[in-house]
């Protein structure tokens, strides 16, 4: 017969299978700055240079769809009440795929050229086909109906659209296409990505997490109910506009920035009115995360017109200061959490079956806040350099580069602490 | 009158801020004051609980004949906060400020992801399954 607690469990993945992402994803990160290392100047300089390209997609595939992934198959049973079925299908399936459609997607941009972007698009494809389908499943199945549930349903579909339109880049990038009908694309792949696939599902999470956690005033009920829907609408009719009228590229994108930075704005505003004041690092990293893409917004209509560092700013005030920063806030949370729940399934069935209570390493135990600060200092520092590139980029990207190394290897090492102090407190059940 | 899902709901949030009052208290290094205020939660949080355990549950399981899902899994969670409100007093009896606050933030985590599955899921199924018996399991709630 189970016990209760394997019912309890039953809805929370295995361990392991949010772990194989989780603990993947900063090692991304240390790579992506061990490339600027590399390559120093050449990202900042040109967007379109391999080395750029390779540098986006070791963050975007690497650190944000590999943790995005890991955090989905963990918060979907708590936020819809089910969970991804066959989930450890999907992680063994997935993980392996998507770890190596990145890494020859990046050297394919670098220096392998046409055969290896084919063989990184179709891996990332393959791999990240199977998950959609699992989660579109456990969605469909959700035994609740609130509007988070819809902005991930949506985040989803985004995410297939960024896919298609990446694969069909990979086409053009084989000789396929004219280069202008490639810039466009690119920028309706990077536009479904960061608007559609990322900024949805984290609109949708942070509907639920930021006034449960950070104990905020709700959001307003009529951003919850029509910003993710007019936002992924909006997407949609930038598909075909964009490609009858190209000259109203990329200005069509606006309304859907505008919806981002409004979301934004509003998030920070609940933080002021937060009932929880205890200083806590995930919500530094949501503020400046949220401060960021608000900058972004600002920067993005100057890069539009003038491109040259104004495209880096807004690509770092995007990624690594917005959508990264949040990242981290929660990985930091998600983590220790997830170790120590599991520890508790087991302390408590031993207390019941054996009697004598084991003690277990709390969230601070296995993941010191001291350390969590030292990252977030890092994390910064990277970010303060990034910024500053454009005004000596032959050293500063390279500066730049090896804070990336240090803030993405701290957290990677952190993660392995974690995983330590896991292991060896498991070791106490025998 | 209210609803289960937000009379229950607004039981969290007044826990919620007494919590936030004692973490705070901690953070600061007031240990006394933070201790007075745990505990006016750790009272409030049992006090909700066996409004669910006695009440709730057994009404929802009675009508759905469920008794081995949703109020099963909730029963199985509140003995684990149970657990940690043990280890939190067990921590201001030794003075441990760092481990009172780990102990807190870890509970904030537990408490709220439950509270998000009976908010979403069981306090709605209840209010569609118990329509006709609203006004007699609120008067029955509200009791001390």
Redesign the interface.
């Known amino acids: 017969m189970r016990g209760i607690a394997d019912l309890s469990l039953e809805q929370a993945p295995p361990l392991w299978t949010p772990f194989l992402f989780l603990f993947g994803a900063p090692w991304f990160g240390v790579l992506a700055g061990a490339l600027l290392l590399k390559v120093g100047a050449l990202p900042v300089l040109d967007r379109w240079q391999g080395a750029a390209l390779a540098l986006t997609h070791l963050l975007t595939l690497g650190v944000l769809t590999l943790s995005m992934c890991g955090a989905s198959i963990q918060l979907l049973p708590v936020l819809v009440g089910v969970p991804v079925p066959r989930v450890r299908w999907v992680a063994a399936w997935t993980w392996p795929l998507l770890v190596a459609g990145t890494l020859a997607l990046a050297w394919g941009f670098l220096e392998g050229g046409t055969p290896w972007l084919v063989a990184g698009a179709a891996g990332t494809l393959a791999g990240l086909a199977p998950f959609l389908v699992a989660m579109g499943l456990a969605l469909a199945r959700a035994r609740v109906s609130h509007h988070s549930l819809r902005a991930m349903a949506l985040a989803c579909v985004s995410l297939a659209v960024t896919l298609v339109l990446g694969a069909l880049l990979v086409a053009g990038l084989g000789g396929y296409r004219t280069f202008d009908e490639i810039v466009l694309l690119a920028g309706l792949h990077l536009s479904w990505g960061l608007l559609g696939w990322v900024g949805l599902l984290l609109a949708g999470v942070a509907w639920q997490v930021v006034p449960l956690f950070q104990m905020t005033p709700e959001y307003p009920p009529l951003v919850r109910r029509f910003l993710a829907p007019g936002l992924f609408l909006w997407l949609v009719t930038t598909l075909p506009v964009s490609w009858l009228w190209p000259g109203l590229w990329p200005w069509i994108l606006l309304p859907a920035l505008l919806g981002m930075a409004w979301m934004a704005a509003l998030t920070l505003q609940l933080q002021r009115r937060r009932t929880r004041k205890t200083p806590d690092l995930t919500l530094d990293y949501w503020r400046l995360g949220m401060a960021c893409l608000l900058a972004a917004l600002a920067v993005w209509p100057l890069g539009a017109l003038w491109g040259g560092p104004w495209v880096w700013w807004l690509g770092t005030l995007m990624l690594p200061g917005g959508v990264l920063s949040l990242l981290n806030g929660m990985l930091l949370k998600i983590v220790p959490f997830l170790s120590w729940f599991h520890l508790q399934h087991r302390q408590m069935a031993h207390l019941r079956e054996r009697g004598g209570l084991v003690e277990i390493p709390h969230m601070h135990a296995l993941l010191p806040t001291t350390l969590g600060r030292w990252q977030w200092r890092l994390h910064l520092l990277a970010l303060m350099s990034a910024l500053a590139t454009p005004a000596a980029p032959g050293l500063l990207a390279r500066v730049t580069g090896g804070l990336l190394v240090a803030a993405y290897g701290l957290l990677g090492l952190a993660f392995i602490r974690v995983w330590l102090g896991y292991r060896s407190a498991q070791g106490q059940f025998g | 009158m209210p609803s289960i899902t937000q009379h229950l709901s607004g039981e969290h949030r007044a826990c919620?801020?007494t919590f936030?009052a004692a973490?705070?208290r901690a953070?600061e290094g007031d240990l006394v004051a933070s201790r007075d205020l745990f505990e006016e939660f750790f009272e409030a949080m049992e006090r909700h609980f066996r409004r669910e355990e006695s009440v709730l549950f057994p009404e929802f399981e009675a009508r759905t004949g469920q008794t081995?899902g949703p109020t099963?899994?909730m029963?199985?969670?509140h003995?684990?906060m149970r657990?940690v409100f043990q280890?939190l007093a067990t921590a201001f009896d030794a003075g441990d400020a760092?481990?009172i606050?780990?102990?807190?933030?870890?509970l904030?985590?537990?408490m709220?992801?439950h509270?998000?599955?009976e908010e979403?899921?069981l306090y709605?199924?209840s209010d569609q399954a118990l329509a006709d018996r609203l006004d007699t399991l609120l008067e029955a709630m509200q009791r001390p």
């Open positions: 919620d801020h936030a973490e705070a953070a081995q099963l899994i029963r199985h969670e003995e684990q657990r280890d760092g481990q606050l780990g102990l807190a933030e870890t904030l985590i537990l709220q992801q509270n998000t599955k979403q899921m709605p199924m």
